[in-house]
C-alpha cells in the first residue's frame, strides 16, 4: 500500500449492544463514559426530511424545510422530522487517556441497535442507504434496544416489562454522557443532537432559543464539530467524514516516524464474550493502478453508487492526489518531490518539534474503513496481527470477510463515531488550543461559513423538558422507573395467582383421585 504501508495497523473493533446484552454491559459502558476525556458520537435515523409524502399526512410542507434559511424555521422542521422518525442506530466512541503524553487513547467504541416503540415514520432513500450499506434491517427489528423516545409511556400490559427495562438503560446511558460533562465530538452533527434530544432526553424544545440554550448548559464541556473545525483550520479538498479521517490518520502516521507528537489509539473491548465485533477487511489489488471516482472524492458520495466504474477507495483517492501534488511541485521546480498533498498550514503542522518520549512504546495509528466505502488494503499477516486490549481477556468474533473489491460496503455507527474521535485528537494535536475558538460551533447545511452558535442568550431561558429531566440526571443512577416497577409487581402478583392456581388444581387433582380410589 502506498502512503505508509509500512506502518502496522489495528483491526478494527467495537462492541455491538443489542436488546440481549445492554443488561449486562450498561454499568461498564457508564464506567467508560465517566473515564473518558471526550465523547464521539455519531447516529443513524428513518428519515431526514418528509419528500414524497402521501397525501394522506396532509403535511404542510412549507413547515418541514430542513435547509430553510432562517434558524428558527429550520429547527422547526428539524422537530417535526425528529418527531415523527426514529433513532435505528447509535455509535459511541469513549477516548480515554492512555498515556501521559498527548495524543495517546484507549479507546471504547460501542454500536448501539436501536427500535424505537413509538408508531413513526420510515424515509424509503434513508433505509434504502442503510441496507446498501450493510445495515441489518432483520437484526435491528429482532435485536434492537427497545425504547419510547421522550418519556417512557405507562405500559398498558406486563409483557411490556423488558421494553422499559431495555428503554431505561439506553436512556441511563445518555444521562451518563451529559453527567460526564466532557466536551462531545460530532461531525455534521446537528440532527444527530435533535434526534438524541428527542429519542432520551425528553421532548423537544418549541423554539430554537430554547434548545440551544438547553444543550449550553448539558454540555458545558463544549460541543465540537469536526466539519467545522476542517473547514476552519485546515481547509483542503473536501471535509466529509471518511476523507478526513483517512487524511488525518496519514498525517499521524507520517508525524510518528519524523519522532512528532502523534495520535496513538488502542482499541478496547468489554469482558463479554458473545459481543466483540471486529469490522470486515477487504483488500484491494493493484489499487494504485485503478482511475478514482472524482465525485467521490470531492463530496463523499456518487450518484452511481455501488455501479460506479471507478474507485471509491479512500486510501487511492489519497494516493492519486499526493501523486498528482507531486507532479505539480516537480513541474514548478518545488524542492521536495516526496512531500504528501498537504496545503501550507498542514506540512507546518506535519513538521512540528514536539519529541515522544525516549522509549515510549508508541502504536501506529489506525487506518480505519470510511464512513460509506470502508475499504482497506491491508495484508494478511497484519491483519492477523493484534493491537487489542480486551477486559479482561475476551474471543473477537470476526464476521465473514466480503469478496475483494474496493466497492464493499458496510455501516456502522460505531465507525462513524470513531472515525469522528480520531480526527478531533488529530486535530488536538496538530491546533492546541487553537480549538477552543470553535467550541461550540456547529455545521449549517448551505451556511458553512456561518455555524450555530451553542450559546445561552440573555434573551431566552431553558425549556420545560430540561427542567423537568436535568434533576433525573444529577441524581446519578436511576432507580426502576415507576412505570417498569408497577409492571414488575403486578407480574409478581401475576405469578403468585398462576402459583395459587397451579396448587389448587393440583390439590383438587389430589382429592379427585382420592374419590376415585374410594369408589
Known amino acids: 500500500m502506498q502512503g505508509g504501508s509500512d506502518a502496522r495497523k489495528t483491526p478494527a473493533i467495537y462492541t455491538d449492544v443489542t436488546r440481549d446484552n445492554i443488561e449486562a454491559l450498561a454499568a461498564d459502558i457508564r464506567a467508560q463514559i465517566s473515564r473518558a476525556k471526550f465523547i464521539a458520537l455519531d447516529t443513524e435515523f428513518t428519515g431526514l426530511n418528509i419528500g414524497n409524502a402521501s ?7 412549507a413547515e418541514w424545510v430542513t435547509r430553510a434559511a432562517d434558524m428558527r424555521e429550520r429547527y422547526k422542521a428539524m422537530t417535526n422530522v425528529a418527531k415523527t422518525h426514529a433513532l435505528v442506530s447509535m455509535g459511541l466512541s469513549a477516548f480515554s487517556r492512555r498515556h501521559t503524553y498527548s495524543g495517546s487513547y484507549n479507546v471504547h ?6 427500535q424505537a416503540q413509538n408508531t413513526h415514520l420510515v424515509n424509503p432513500t434513508s433505509i434504502a442507504f442503510l441496507a446498501q450499506n450493510g445495515f441489518d434491517l432483520g437484526k435491528q427489528a429482532t435485536k434492537g434496544i427497545r425504547y419510547f423516545s421522550g418519556p417512557n409511556p405507562t405500559p398498558i400490559q406486563v409483557k411490556t416489562l423488558e421494553i422499559n427495562t431495555e428503554g431505561a438503560l439506553i436512556r441511563e446511558i445518555f444521562f451518563e454522557i451529559v453527567r460526564a460533562r466532557r466536551p462531545l465530538v460530532i461531525h455534521n452533527g446537528l440532527f444527530d443532537l435533535v434526534y438524541l434530544y428527542q429519542s432520551f432526553f425528553g421532548p423537544l424544545p418549541d423554539t430554537y432559543e430554547s434548545f440551544v440554550y438547553d444543550l449550553s448548559e448539558a454540555f458545558p464541556g463544549g460541543i465540537y464539530d469536526t466539519k467545522v473545525i476542517a473547514e476552519t483550520l485546515a481547509p483542503g479538498t473536501a471535509s466529509y467524514l471518511a476523507y478526513l479521517y483517512h487524511k488525518n490518520a496519514r498525517i499521524q502516521i507520517m508525524r510518528q516516524k519524523a519522532g512528532d507528537s502523534a495520535v496513538q489509539t488502542k482499541p478496547k473491548l468489554l469482558a463479554y464474550r458473545e459481543v466483540s465485533v471486529q469490522e470486515p477487511v477487504v483488500r484491494l489489488a493493484n489499487g494504485s493502478k ?9 463530496h463523499g458520495h456518487c450518484r452511481l453508487k455501488t455501479q460506479c466504474p471507478l474507485s471509491h477507495d479512500i486510501e487511492l483517492i489519497l494516493n492519486c492526489q499526493e501523486k498528482e501534488q507531486e507532479e505539480i511541485d516537480a513541474g514548478t521546480g518545488a524542492a521536495n518531490v516526496n512531500r504528501s498533498n498537504l496545503d501550507t498550514s498542514q506540512r507546518t503542522m506535519h513538521n ?5 518520549k525516549n522509549g515510549a512504546n508508541l502504536d501506529d495509528a489506525d487506518v480505519r474503513p470510511s464512513k460509506m466505502i470502508k475499504a482497506l488494503d491491508i495484508s494478511e499477516s497484519e491483519s492477523k496481527e493484534s493491537n487489542v486490549d480486551e477486559e479482561p481477556a475476551v474471543s473477537s468474533k470476526r464476521q465473514s470477510e466480503p469478496a475483494s473489491n474496493d466497492q464493499a460496503t458496510y455501516h456502522t455507527a460505531a465507525y462513524d463515531a470513531f472515525m469522528t474521535g480520531y480526527i478531533f485528537a488529530s486535530y488536538s494535536v496538530l491546533f492546541g488550543d ?8 456547529i455545521y449549517r447545511m448551505g451556511k458553512s461559513s456561518e455555524p450555530l452558535l451553542v450559546q445561552a442568550s440573555p434573551y431566552s431561558t431553558n425549556s420545560t423538558t430540561y427542567r423537568q429531566t436535568m434533576p433525573l440526571v444529577e441524581k446519578g443512577t436511576q432507580p426502576m422507573p415507576v412505570d417498569t416497577a408497577v409492571a414488575a409487581a403486578a407480574a409478581t402478583d401475576l405469578k403468585s395467582m398462576d402459583d395459587s392456581s397451579d396448587s389448587e388444581s393440583n390439590s383438587s387433582s389430589d382429592e379427585s383421585s382420592d374419590d376415585s380410589s374410594g369408589d
Open 55 to 61: 397525501p394522506v399526512f396532509r403535511f404542510n410542507t
Open 434 to 441: 487553537k480549538l477552543g475558538e470553535l467550541k461550540n460551533k
Open 352 to 356: 512540528g518539534t514536539s519529541k515522544r
Open 109 to 114: 467504541s460501542f454500536n448501539f441497535m436501536l
Open 290 to 298: 485503478k482511475t478514482y471516482c472524482e465525485s467521490f472524492a470531492m
